[in-house]
């Protein structure tokens, strides 16, 4: 009896440590982080979350609330976003992609909600094996933009060429109903252009959060 209450009473507690541990990986792979589910039916789940949105064959989001041993579960179809440590995440297609099938991650909102353009954050996890078989992992971020006016859930990169080359152009076109920060796009003013070639993710962040600050004031 004793040799088989051993092996049970040891998977009980493994069980029970994972359910309890808290891990963060990237913001579509984390574990038991406390925050909120926000639902597409305009409803809210507050609780630990769960999030594996690679894992299509089972529930990709799963909550705990208080008090529940088993968790709520939901598929991406269900889940708008979620926020967790005062940051927002929302469920983004990604568009203009060359990738097949339908591209969809939980990204963080880096502009104010009430914002007329969104700006949203993309952090990936990359695995490589080198010739010796040692595999190691990088993180690469990218941002995205949610057009003005749209209401879908669809984002398109800052490094896509949506916006560039040509971006004073392109981008000019895209906030023509404010005349002033279009001219200052169309003329490649300081801080309202960043060119093809410009490598750092940060850099072109920065030029849409200026752009946007100024867009979100513009008629006021």
């Given amino acids: 009896m004793k040799n088989i209450m051993l092996p049970l009473l040891s998977m009980a507690i493994i069980l029970c440590s994972c359910r ?17 589910v926000f639902l597409s039916n305009g409803k809210t789940v507050d609780g630990k979350i769960i999030v594996n949105s690679s894992n299509r064959l089972s529930s990709p989001v799963k909550v705990y609330t ?20 005062g940051d927002y995440y929302a469920l983004k297609q990604v568009r203009g992609n060359l990738s097949l099938g339908r591209q969809q991650y939980f990204m963080k909102r880096i502009s104010r909600p009430e914002s007329r353009i969104h700006l949203f954050e993309h952090i990936e996890k990359v695995n490589s094996t080198n ?18 006016g749209d209401a ?9 060429s949506r916006f560039v080359p040509n971006f ?3 981008m000019s076109k895209l906030v023509a109903d404010c005349p ?15 060119a093809q070639v410009t490598m750092f993710g940060e850099k072109r962040a920065d030029v849409l ?12």
Avoid: H
Avoid at 66 to 75: H, L, S, V, Y
Avoid at 131 to 148: A, K
Avoid at 152 to 160: D, K, P, R, T
């Fill in 20 to 36: 309890s541990m808290t891990s963060f990986d990237t913001p579509n792979s984390f574990r038991n982080m406390q925050g909120t």
């Fill in 66 to 85: 208080e008090g529940d041993r088993k968790p709520m579960q939901f598929g991406l179809s269900d889940v708008s976003g979620y926020s967790i440590r």
């Fill in 131 to 148: 010739s010796r078989n040692v595999t190691t992992s990088r993180y690469e971020t990218q941002y995205f933009l949610q057009m003005p």
């Fill in 152 to 160: 879908s859930n669809e984002v398109w990169s800052l490094s896509g």
């Fill in 168 to 170: 004073d152009e392109k």
């Fill in 180 to 194: 002033s920060l279009a001219a200052r796009i169309s003329s490649k003013a300081e801080g309202y252009f960043y």
């Fill in 209 to 220: 959060l200026r752009i946007i600050d100024d867009y979100n004031a513009c008629g006021r």
